[in-house]
């Protein structure tokens, strides 16, 4: 970490503390249990590096669940084959998505602007595609690939017995979890969930590094003026490859972990509605900024966590205070927008953030901001401000 | 030569959808520079004005039969279409024909919800990246099919197509063949049909009114035409509807084909993006034509001999061809230069 | 006579329209060359043909002894060509200072490096040549200003400073005082004569402006229709009579 300066040290600190206290900090929003905890370290990771594609260097890429796919569907056969250890299997996910990545990415970046959009989404609806069909033996098609008591798992599978193994990091269980109590809440420390924090963690300062680094610059350039790029002496194409790829590992050590999580893929995490959450994800929170995408991926599936949970009963008791003239109405109208219609709100909300707050949230607190402290003083400052 | 043809025909009706997909999309794109991902929402409301019309011509008037009783000795129910009530034997006609009928329903409300999305939501994005054009349209298809989701329910309703169009034609008997050789879906033929024609009037209206050869010129060249003081936003807002018409004309009369359901918009959309792609970004011919081509192509693919071969390939067929023709080709098969390049 | 670029018989058309038709060029080492004609003449096209935009249909572009036909933009540009277009082309999202950089960058690690682990702020001698390249061309105190919120004379400076920064052999100038007003004319003639004659950097320059051409030039290759039809001193250009035929007449055609 020598190489970051204080501020950016500043925030990698804030942010690992953040996560780490994550149990503690969302227990009294009610999202302090560990498979929700999970989700917001897992996607948040995917939308991290989903942004250092899209955030950087402005290529739209309407493919990257079927990465988060393929990683969770490496990480599961590492689990059938090598062994109940995670470590293995989110370094199998990792590079296979990778490598996926550079497949996809080489032929869809021949192209740039719309096309490649669209390349992207027809590769990943490919991908669904083969994942239900061709590819059964791999995927297990529609039921999903799981663990069987009789996978040969060569390097832990001996003197199994009982029930299905579990996910463990040399020994410790993934779904392990101490419960305290603190301030009068219980408190859930889960085993999975730092995990994932801590490869999160780990996540974010690789960002923060190829955001610093000549090669950040060079993304950003890239977003910024293809063409004078390439009359300054730059090939752009493998630096947008390598942008592609790092952000298909990202999506893939996500599928990972999701996997060692949970020790099962199907093929509808490669579907375009997931590649839209991410994408959701990444401008909600404001695309090409740090925390964006993390705090993006958090307010969705929290969203998701809370929306989805409620059905029309609970909707019409949450209003009970209103006459029943008026309530009616408005629960049969508020009942479009929760439990299955979930999406509706993710449509709606992606929708209003294109159309009023291009930025993102952490634009939209940036614009707050500048309007508060130009009530106080009237000096515009020099520096811009820190992506 | 019978099989040959009958894989041609086989991918004539998919490929007419494609076609129609695809020639919208074309027009949205060249017209108005937006690359619209709520298309094939629009195909799918178009399908589901076709449901929702039929529905309503079906609704039964339930009365209880004053003598009969069931056989548990509550009162008989008889349902009787209100269509039936009312119009007597052209309401049984009504019926029947309620696919083709739709259209009636389905060319207004597509018009208008065309117009109201030029108007409310992608005029505002002209001057906008067009990732923020994308993300839009985008979200705009999750909106819709989630309504209509919400409203039809999330299975797939089926769609009976007339009576007298249900069964199979003689093809091969029509062309001069031995009877019996060539055997297809009639409704799919009407379909093919249908698309050639729509496909043609959309042509000729481009081609042969001044409406049509401003909207060309504005394709080519936006803002010169701008500046001989033609509202050229006004036309190209009724383009923007006239391509929603098609896309929903085109699901309408697709519905028989296959059960609408919520998400059949996106399904199809991403193939007609691809169409797209390898016709040409901004070639009208190279959209309708690629449409056909892949479409007839996919019906290739999906025939046992080839499946045994490459099993899987059927899935697949369109996006490797898409992928070939990128390679080689990457302006497509008809695309001009610089369209959508920087 | 030591020439850095030569064209030999080019040509190339556009549909029916021969823009450019048997052009042949020489630029000397360390000299300004412009090149001026009436629109049209096919200025931009040959320029276009130096830096991989356009390949000529038939003929030759040889710079330093090596072709550039059918080498990509970047490639040209490593080879040491140098290009500010007509309306800057520089990075709007970025400041000002980051703009050099990127130039300095490309010209130290090439084409592509993959350098995502190291830091930016550790690339001290980037910076001090991206600053001192700032100063040279007078946008030093702008360095922290995001690029788009220059004023469009300040934006060419910033180009130029881009195209400098990289130490280029041969720089391509597309009318760098279109649009200015007199004031920024004379300051933009007077920043690039001190870089001449500070560097000798060899420069082609395309341009309507007749004072900035003879204030700088020391040849002048006079184009009309595709074609050179005159090659000669300022001083022997300004009586030539085919000149003044080309202009007038070009007008007329």
């Known amino acids: 970490m020598t190489n970051l300066n204080a501020a950016d040290r500043l925030l990698l600190l804030l942010f690992a503390v953040a996560v780490l206290a994550g149990p503690v900090i969302l227990a009294p929003f009610g999202a302090g249990y560990p498979d929700l905890l999970q989700k917001f370290a897992i996607y948040g990771l995917f939308a991290i590096g989903f942004n250092i594609l899209f955030g950087l260097t402005g290529y739209l890429s309407f493919g990257h669940a079927a990465f988060l796919g393929v990683g969770s569907y490496a990480a599961v056969w590492a689990f059938k ?51 239900y069909s061709v590819l059964t033996p791999l995927t297990n098609g529609e039921t999903g690939l799981q663990i069987a008591l009789d996978d040969p798992r060569i390097l832990d599978g001996a003197g199994q017995s009982g029930g299905l193994p579990l996910t463990n ?104 509605t997931a590649s839209g959450e991410v994408v959701l994800m990444t401008i909600l929170g404001g ?24 059905n029309k009963a609970e909707l019409s008791d949450l209003l009970s205070f209103l006459p029943d003239a008026l309530r009616e109405p408005l629960v049969s109208v508020l009942a479009l927008f929760v439990g299955e219609g979930w999406h509706l709100t993710l449509g709606v909300i992606f929708m209003a953030i294109v159309i009023f707050l291009p930025g993102g949230l952490v634009e939209g607190a940036r614009r707050a901001m500048r309007l508060f402290s130009r009530g106080a003083s009237d000096a515009p400052s020099e520096e811009r401000p820190a992506k | 030569m019978d099989a040959f043809l009958l894989q041609v025909l086989n991918g004539l009706d998919k490929g007419s959808a494609y076609a129609l997909i695809a020639l919208g999309l074309t027009l949205i794109f060249g017209t108005l520079g937006v690359v619209n991902f709520a298309h094939g929402a629009l195909f799918m409301l178009g399908a589901f004005c076709a449901v929702a019309f039929d529905k309503v011509v079906t609704a039964e008037r339930v009365l209880l039969d004053p003598i009969k009783k069931t056989p548990w000795g509550t009162p008989l129910e008889v349902r009787v279409p209100y269509a039936k009530v009312w119009f007597g034997d052209a309401g049984e006609w009504l019926i029947d024909y309620s696919v083709p009928i739709s259209l009636a329903l389905a060319v207004p409300v597509m018009m208008l919800i065309g117009v109201a999305m030029e108007r409310g939501l992608i005029r505002h994005f002209y001057k906008r990246p067009h990732a923020d054009q994308i993300l839009v349209t985008f979200g705009l298809a999750i909106v819709l099919q989630e309504l209509v989701k919400a409203g039809f329910g999330a299975n797939p309703i089926p769609m009976p197509a007339p009576s007298s169009y249900q069964g199979m034609a003689d093809f091969g008997a029509l062309i001069g063949m031995e009877p019996n050789t060539v055997v297809y879906p009639t409704w799919r033929l009407v379909y093919f ?126 996006y490797l061809v898409a992928v070939a023709i990128l390679l080689t080709r990457p302006r497509g098969l008809m695309g001009r230069k610089g369209v959508m390049e920087s | 006579m030591d020439p850095i670029l030569k064209v030999q018989n080019v040509n190339k058309r ?63 540009n490593q080879l040491g060509v140098s290009r500010v277009f007509q309306t800057p082309e520089i990075f709007e999202a970025l400041s000002v200072l980051e703009n050099v950089m990127v130039a300095a960058l490309a010209h130290r690690d090439g084409a592509f490096r993959m350098n995502a682990w190291g830091a930016l702020d550790a690339e001290a001698e980037i910076r001090d040549l991206a600053l001192a390249t700032l100063e040279d061309v007078g946008l030093a105190q702008r360095r922290a200003m995001e690029a788009a919120a ?87 250009i300004k009586g030539n009579p085919k000149v003044q035929e080309a202009y007038l007449g070009g007008a007329h055609a």
């Open chain 1, 81 to 131: 084959l090598l062994s109940m250890n995670v470590l293995p299997a989110i370094v199998f996910a990792v590079l296979l998505g990778g490598l996926f990545a550079l497949l996809i990415g080489y032929v869809s970046l021949r192209r740039s602007g719309i096309y490649f959009s669209i390349l992207t989404l027809a590769f990943a609806q490919m991908s669904y595609n083969m994942a």
């Open chain 1, 169 to 272: 990091l040399f020994g410790l269980p993934m779904n392990q979890t101490w419960e305290s109590e603190l301030l009068g809440m219980t408190v859930q420390f889960n085993v999975g969930f730092y995990l994932c924090a801590a490869v999160l963690i780990l996540g974010f300062y690789a960002a923060l590094r190829i955001f610093r680094s000549p090669f950040g610059l060079m993304l950003r350039a890239l977003k910024s003026n293809q063409n004078r790029l390439n009359y300054t002496g730059v090939n752009t194409r493998p630096y947008a490859l390598a942008a592609f790829v790092i952000s298909g590992m990202y999506a893939g050590l996500a599928g990972g972990l999701l996997a060692a999580t949970d020790p099962l893929a199907g093929a509808e995490r490669m579907q375009w």
């Open chain 3, 150 to 236: 220059l004023s469009r004379g300040d934006k060419r400076r910033l180009e130029l400073a881009m195209c400098l920064v990289q130490d280029p052999k041969l720089l391509l100038l597309d009318e760098p005082t279109a649009g200015m007003a007199r004031a920024d004319t004379n300051n933009t003639i007077d920043l690039l004569k001190r870089l001449s004659e500070e560097r000798g950097i060899t420069k082609v320059v395309i341009e309507h402006d007749m004072h900035v051409v003879f204030s700088l030039a020391h040849r002048i290759s006079v184009m009309a229709q595709g074609h050179v039809i005159v090659e000669d001193r300022p001083e022997n």
């Open chain 3, 14 to 76: 556009f549909g029916g329209l021969k823009a450019l038709d048997d052009v042949n060029l020489t630029v000397e080492r360390g000299t300004v060359h412009a090149i001026i004609g009436p629109n049209g003449a096919g200025k931009s096209t040959l320029l276009n043909c130096f830096v991989g935009r356009l390949t000529p249909d038939t003929g030759t572009v040889m710079f330093d002894g090596v072709s550039l036909l059918g080498r990509k933009p970047h490639e040209i």
């Open chain 1, 287 to 310: 695309a090409g900024t740090l925390l964006g995408p993390v705090l993006g991926a958090g307010m969705i599936k929290y969203f998701e966590a809370i929306l989805s949970a409620i």
């Open chain 2, 193 to 318: 049909l249908f698309a050639a024609a729509i496909i043609g009037a959309v042509f000729a209206f481009l081609q042969f009114t001044t409406f049509g050869m401003v909207v060309r010129a504005g394709m080519a060249d936006r803002e010169t035409v701008g500046l001989l003081g033609i509202d050229i936003d006004r036309r190209f807002t009724f383009m923007f509807g006239l391509a929603a018409v098609v896309a929903g004309a085109a699901g309408a009369m697709y519905s028989p084909i296959l059960s609408p359901d919520y998400h059949m918009g996106m399904d199809f959309l991403v193939l007609s993006f691809v169409v797209v792609v390898v016709g040409g970004m901004g070639s009208l011919g190279g959209a309708v034509a690629a449409g056909f081509l892949l479409g007839i192509l996919q019906s290739f693919a999906s025939m046992n001999e080839v499946k045994q071969i490459l099993p899987g390939i059927d899935q697949i067929i369109i």
